[in-house]
């Protein structure tokens, strides 16, 4: 049977705790708040959890659940959905095709703040 994405090796959706604990794992940006990078720099939003969008992220099994793999939280990453997807089985060793989207410039741009008087 196959597995909807951000399901547990039962195939049940991952508690709140546990997808804000995969969230933690990923590298910060400490210039906004609510964005990290998944492990091939590519940008996530923390409230794109399950969403296929351009910040969206997944929960990935680290060695997949048809090799074997567990929902502990030492097999568990966060992942850009489109790196999730493509990884699918293929385990650990995987890694996406470099793309420009992926060397960091796919973070959105804060706003420049407005020089007039308020």
Do not use: Y
């Amino acid at each position: 049977m196959k597995r909807e994405p951000n399901t547990t090796v039962a195939g049940i959706p991952f508690d709140p705790e546990v997808v804000e604990a995969v969230w933690k794992k990923a590298a910060p940006n400490p210039n906004l708040n609510g964005f990290r990078v998944d492990r091939h720099g590519t940008a996530m939003c923390r409230f794109e959890f399950g969403w296929k969008t351009r910040f969206g992220w997944e929960i990935d099994h680290i060695i997949p659940v048809a090799q074997g793999g567990t929902d502990d939280l030492g097999n568990l990453q966060p992942l850009h959905w489109q790196h999730n997807r493509a990884k699918a089985d293929n385990g650990s060793d995987w890694a996406p095709e470099p793309r420009p989207s992926q060397t960091g410039d796919n973070w959105p741009k804060p706003r420049p703040r407005s020089s007039r008087a308020r």
